[in-house]
């Protein structure tokens, strides 16, 4: 997962919404349109007929684009073909376009929106991240995961991506064993993740399990025998060896500011801790403050947990009482991101040794040495804070504590530690921890549906084991036929971009030179080991066929190692991304992109650039974007352009002009319709390198490459709501004059026409 907080991109993108402009409701206009342009069908279609005969007599690209290709027929081709059985096809039905609700005829468009909405997730930092993962990120699972699964004969929809990942994943840990081939550690992840599904064991042994730890770890006040443990050992402990942060929390990442002058140096970052309970911002005030309608179901949840862990119900009061008074008086002085951000208070730079004289009741050094170990960490060391008066604010609370009840033997900070560590550790014991946990943020109004076993599972095998899936799904999945998807598409956005029109003479000095300089490259690349140093780094793994309490605990401490490892190279391994990033001179291309229904390296290619290449091209957009958009023209012009184009095929031409897009639905425009022509412009310059291509439902390539585009625009997009049209359009502006399409897109009911070069642009000549 992706540990940079997602600051800079909340600061860049900050999509406005609105209602979408209802294209429904364009029936009346038909009878006028009809009359008034149907003169001029004729002479369009006749037009278009002669152009793509022109066309046809070129080089081996344009005399074969139209022909039908011979069928692929391997098996993940049989599995997709499933996918496009469907009315996927936008010239089946060309009067549609804006009626055309993605797939289904008209009726689902609201539902086709509101599932690409939740997709938000897949790209949160921790710092957005951590407010909406108190539950553990064990309930954020949409019920659309298996959506496509539904076979009642309707249309297949594609899986959004993360689904598409996390399901690729599950097969590969699924799979058979297969005698010598597979190496010592793709044995551990398979056995990790089989003792993660069998949901019998962990029920067996009930609290027993954590009783033990906790015995190991010298006991807590709660139930007599606490020994006093030393406050700062402790902490340190649990940073290092359990992934638990219970009073800030710890991550790696690099610094936007830095990130853009190409560095990509990783730094240690502090940040508020992940409270367990809904915190209220009043923006009035600007004070946070624990909802107070809450505080008695977590007061009861804490009850809950003890009596699980053995405690006489009757000496629960004090120590949950002590703790929850201890948690919201930490939460005081936390703040939201958008006013941490307003505030100035991110990323804030400062050493380890000043950070100790500011915050001196956490020993810093020695909690950050654990986090960290085994690379040196030294008191010059430079880290970066997210809320330094939260932090200054937890250590005055910490002293005062640790002094109000060093006499009494309460060790309400200890007991707080331990909480947090419970809290860490309940997927891996018994069920009833769990739903307590559940009934808590139900309550709390958590209304996410329970995410299914396996993919809990999946999420915790990869949390422990990334390196190894990467390599696995690279070495499965994205072979040189990714390779190749990247390069062209990389190509032809350098091409693309280097057409644009500028605003002045030296802004495209400076964007082209930095997108020349920057190397796409497959996120396995930098990181990439052979099978003994994948067995060496999992050697110490020793994991147990029935005990799963104790592979959580050595899940967690690869954890801990994935953390240094990512501090020390500043290299990610991106197991479950789905989208590029950019990291120094490099685009991270993350291997998780390249799965099916995406992706697969016997697709036809026409299938492989139509989805992936466009969703690459369309990710890579939105990546170099806020350098773009200021400056080149033509977002803006090219986007009116098509959008005139729409509104005078729906509405009548005399209503042209009558509605204008927000700024945001222009960018997406020019944005979805760019990486239609970069995708396909990829497609041809691979078809160049090899002109024999295959295909399915026996379409034609270009015909393929089309409606594989408007498949997956439609199904797996995550910007979909920015769009004022539905994409299939798209489609029809680029048939309406190239004479590209395998037949015209022209709705015989309403003749068009349209000016000649109407929002073409020239790369596709
Ligand atoms: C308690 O602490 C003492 C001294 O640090 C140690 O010898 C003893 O083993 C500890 N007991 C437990 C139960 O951890
Ligand atoms: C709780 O109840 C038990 C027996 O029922 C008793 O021995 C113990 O003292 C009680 N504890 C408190 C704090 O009242
Ligand atoms: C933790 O260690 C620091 C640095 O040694 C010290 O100043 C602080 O008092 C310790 N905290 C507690 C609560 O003992
Ligand atoms: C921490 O901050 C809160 C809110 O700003 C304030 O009420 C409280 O007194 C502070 N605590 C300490 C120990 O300074
Ligand atoms: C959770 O809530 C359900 C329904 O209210 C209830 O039946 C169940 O016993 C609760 N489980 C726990 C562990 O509290
Ligand atoms: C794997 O890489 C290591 C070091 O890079 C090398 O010593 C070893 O021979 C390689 N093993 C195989 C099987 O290629
Ligand atoms: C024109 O549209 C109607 C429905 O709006 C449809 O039934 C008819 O087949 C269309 N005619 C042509 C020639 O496409």
Same mark, same amino acid.
């Given at each position: 997962?992706?540990?940079?907080?997602?600051?800079?991109?909340?600061?860049?993108?900050?999509?406005?919404?609105?209602?979408?402009?209802?294209?429904?409701?364009?029936?009346?206009?038909?009878?006028?349109?009809?009359?008034?342009?149907?003169?001029? %069908?004729?002479?369009?279609?006749?037009?278009?007929?002669?152009?793509?005969?022109?066309?046809?007599?070129?080089?081996?690209?344009?005399?074969?684009?139209?022909?039908?290709?011979?069928?692929?027929?391997?098996?993940?081709?049989?599995?997709? &073909?499933?996918?496009?059985?469907?009315?996927?096809?936008? +010239?089946?039905?060309?009067?549609?376009?804006?009626?055309?609700?993605?797939?289904?005829?008209?009726?689902?468009?609201?539902?086709?929106?509101?599932?690409?909405?939740?997709?938000?997730?897949?790209?949160?930092?921790?710092?957005?991240?951590?407010?909406?993962? /108190?539950?553990?990120?064990?309930?954020?699972?949409?019920?659309?995961?298996?959506?496509?699964?539904?076979?009642?004969?309707?249309?297949?929809?594609?899986?959004?991506?993360?689904?598409?990942?996390?399901? =690729?994943?599950?097969? @590969?840990?699924?799979?058979?064993?297969?005698?010598?081939?597979?190496?010592?550690?793709?044995?551990?992840?398979?056995?990790? +993740?089989?003792?993660?599904?069998?949901?019998?064991?962990?029920?067996?042994?009930?609290?027993?399990?954590?009783?033990?730890?906790?015995?190991?770890?010298?006991?807590?006040?709660? &139930?007599?025998?606490?020994?006093?443990?030393?406050?700062?050992?402790?902490?340190?402990?649990?940073?290092?060896?359990?992934?638990?942060?219970?009073?800030?929390?710890?991550?790696?990442?690099?610094?936007?500011?830095?990130?853009?002058?190409? #560095?990509?140096?990783?730094?240690?970052?502090?940040?508020?801790?992940?409270?367990?309970?809904?915190?209220?911002?009043?923006?009035?005030?600007?004070?946070?403050?624990?909802?107070?309608?809450?505080?008695?179901?977590?007061?009861?949840?804490?009850?809950?947990?003890?009596?699980?862990?053995?405690?006489?119900?009757?000496?629960?009061?004090?120590?949950?009482?002590?703790?929850?008074?201890?948690?919201?008086?930490?939460?005081?002085?936390?703040?939201?991101?958008?006013?941490?951000?307003?505030?100035?208070?991110?990323?804030?730079?400062?050493?380890?040794?000043? $950070?100790?004289?500011?915050?001196?009741?956490?020993?810093? %050094?020695?909690?950050?040495?654990?986090?960290?170990?085994?690379?040196?960490?030294?008191?010059?060391?430079?880290?970066?804070?997210?809320?330094?008066?939260?932090?200054?604010?937890?250590?005055?609370?910490?002293?005062?504590?640790?002094?109000?009840?060093?006499?009494?033997?309460?060790?309400?900070?200890?007991?707080?530690?331990?909480?947090?560590?419970?809290?860490?550790?309940?997927?891996?014991?018994?069920? /009833?921890?769990?739903?307590?946990?559940?009934?808590?943020?139900?309550?709390?109004?958590? =209304?996410?549906?329970?995410?299914?076993?396996?993919?809990?599972?999946?999420?915790?095998?990869? /949390?422990?084991?990334?390196?190894?899936?990467?390599?696995? @799904?690279?070495?499965?999945?994205?072979?040189?036929?990714?390779?190749?998807?990247?390069?062209?598409?990389?190509?032809?956005?350098?091409?693309?971009?280097?057409?644009? #029109?500028?605003?002045?003479?030296?802004?495209?000095?400076?964007?082209?030179?930095?997108?020349?300089?920057?190397?796409?490259?497959?996120?396995?690349?930098?990181?990439?080991?052979?099978?003994?140093?994948?067995?060496?780094?999992?050697?110490?793994?020793?994991?147990?066929?029935?005990?799963?309490?104790?592979?959580?605990?050595?899940?967690?401490?690869?954890?801990?190692?994935?953390?240094?490892?990512?501090?020390?190279?500043?290299?990610?391994?991106?197991?479950?991304?789905?989208?590029?990033?950019?990291?120094?001179?490099?685009?991270?291309?993350?291997?998780?992109?390249?799965?099916?229904?995406?992706?697969?390296?016997?697709?036809?290619?026409?299938?492989?650039?139509?989805?992936?290449?466009?969703?690459?091209?369309?990710?890579?957009?939105?990546?170099?974007?806020?350098? @773009?958009?200021?400056?080149?023209?033509?977002?803006?012009?090219?986007?009116?352009? @098509?959008?005139?184009?729409?509104?005078?095929?729906?509405?009548?031409?005399?209503?042209?002009?009558?509605?204008? %897009?927000?700024?945001?639905?222009?960018?997406?425009?020019?944005?979805?319709?760019?990486?239609?022509?970069?995708? %396909?412009?990829?497609?041809?310059?691979?078809?160049?390198?090899?002109?024999?291509?295959?295909? $399915?439902?026996? $379409?034609?390539?270009?015909?393929?490459?089309?409606?594989?585009?408007?498949?997956?625009?439609?199904?797996?997009?995550?910007?979909?709501?920015?769009?004022?049209?539905?994409?299939?359009?798209?489609?029809?502006?680029?048939?309406?004059?190239?004479?590209?399409?395998?037949?015209?897109?022209?709705?015989?009911?309403?003749?068009?026409?349209?000016?000649?070069?109407?929002?073409?642009?020239?790369?596709?000549?």
């Amino acid at each position: 997962m992706d540990e940079n907080p997602a600051v800079h991109q909340e600061m860049v993108t900050t999509p406005e919404e609105q209602p979408q402009p209802n294209p429904v409701g364009c029936n009346k206009y038909r009878r006028l349109l009809l009359l008034v342009f149907s003169f001029s %069908l004729f002479a369009a279609v006749l037009g278009l007929g002669v152009y793509s005969h022109l066309q046809k007599t070129a080089d081996p690209w344009t005399s074969k684009w139209k022909s039908a290709a011979p069928p692929c027929l391997s098996p993940a081709c049989l599995r997709a &073909s499933e996918h496009f059985s469907g009315g996927m096809d936008p +010239f089946s039905r060309p009067c549609d376009y804006f009626l055309f609700a993605c797939g289904t005829g008209g009726s689902s468009t609201s539902e086709g929106r509101h599932r690409v909405k939740g997709l938000s997730y897949e790209d949160s930092g921790e710092l957005e991240k951590k407010r909406e993962v /108190r539950t553990g990120g064990l309930v954020r699972m949409r019920r659309e995961t298996d959506v496509q699964e539904n076979s009642d004969g309707r249309l297949d929809k594609f899986p959004d991506r993360k689904t598409a990942l996390l399901k =690729t994943i599950k097969e @590969i840990l699924e799979a058979p064993e297969e005698g010598d081939s597979m190496t010592a550690a793709e044995q551990k992840a398979k056995k990790y +993740f089989k003792t993660c599904m069998d949901a019998e064991s962990p029920e067996k042994v009930g609290s027993k399990p954590f009783l033990t730890l906790l015995q190991q770890l010298g006991g807590w006040a709660v &139930s007599n025998g606490w020994n006093q443990t030393d406050f700062n050992t402790t902490l340190a402990l649990l940073m290092g060896q359990y992934s638990t942060f219970p009073f800030f929390s710890v991550y790696v990442g690099s610094d936007p500011g830095e990130e853009q002058m190409g #560095s990509n140096q990783h730094y240690i970052q502090i940040d508020e801790p992940q409270f367990q309970f809904p915190i209220d911002w009043n923006s009035k005030t600007q004070k946070s403050k624990a909802s107070t309608r809450y505080l008695r179901p977590f007061y009861m949840l804490c009850g809950q947990y003890l009596v699980l862990l053995g405690v006489p119900s009757n000496e629960t009061t004090q120590h949950c009482g002590l703790y929850i008074s201890l948690s919201t008086t930490l939460a005081l002085a936390t703040a939201p991101l958008h006013y941490r951000l307003s505030q100035k208070l991110l990323y804030h730079r400062i050493t380890i040794q000043d $950070l100790q004289t500011l915050a001196p009741a956490i020993d810093w %050094l020695a909690c950050l040495q654990a986090t960290f170990q085994p690379l040196p960490v030294s008191q010059s060391d430079l880290v970066l804070v997210h809320n330094l008066p939260y932090i200054i604010n937890m250590s005055l609370t910490i002293s005062k504590w640790q002094v109000q009840h060093e006499m009494m033997g309460t060790g309400p900070l200890h007991t707080h530690m331990i909480f947090s560590l419970l809290h860490t550790l309940i997927p891996a014991l018994d069920s /009833r921890f769990f739903q307590t946990m559940r009934n808590f943020s139900i309550a709390t109004g958590d =209304t996410q549906e329970e995410m299914p076993r396996w993919l809990r599972c999946v999420q915790q095998t990869e /949390r422990g084991f990334d390196t190894l899936l990467s390599q696995t @799904i690279r070495e499965r999945h994205a072979q040189k036929e990714a390779e190749e998807l990247i390069h062209d598409v990389y190509s032809s956005l350098k091409k693309k971009l280097s057409d644009l #029109s500028w605003r002045d003479d030296r802004s495209p000095v400076f964007i082209l030179k930095k997108i020349k300089s920057l190397n796409p490259r497959l996120s396995t690349e930098t990181n990439n080991l052979n099978h003994t140093e994948l067995n060496h780094l999992y050697a110490e793994v020793d994991l147990s066929d029935k005990d799963f309490f104790s592979n959580y605990l050595q899940m967690l401490v690869l954890e801990q190692k994935r953390r240094s490892r990512l501090l020390s190279h500043g290299t990610q391994t991106d197991g479950l991304s789905i989208t590029p990033s950019i990291s120094g001179n490099d685009i991270i291309i993350p291997v998780g992109m390249f799965v099916s229904p995406f992706f697969h390296s016997s697709y036809p290619r026409a299938l492989n650039y139509g989805t992936l290449g466009s969703l690459m091209a369309k990710d890579l957009l939105h990546l170099l974007l806020p350098e @773009i958009h200021t400056q080149a023209k033509n977002p803006e012009s090219e986007s009116m352009c @098509i959008w005139s184009h729409y509104l005078s095929v729906t509405k009548g031409s005399e209503r042209v002009g009558t509605f204008s %897009l927000s700024s945001s639905k222009q960018q997406e425009v020019w944005v979805q319709y760019s990486a239609l022509q970069v995708a %396909l412009d990829a497609y041809k310059m691979s078809f160049m390198r090899h002109s024999a291509d295959s295909s $399915l439902s026996g $379409l034609s390539y270009i015909h393929l490459f089309l409606s594989s585009f408007t498949k997956v625009t439609c199904d797996a997009d995550s910007y979909h709501d920015f769009m004022p049209f539905e994409p299939s359009f798209l489609v029809t502006v680029l048939c309406s004059n190239s004479g590209f399409c395998p037949k015209p897109l022209t709705c015989l009911n309403k003749s068009q026409s349209y000016p000649r070069e109407m929002c073409q642009s020239r790369m596709l000549h």
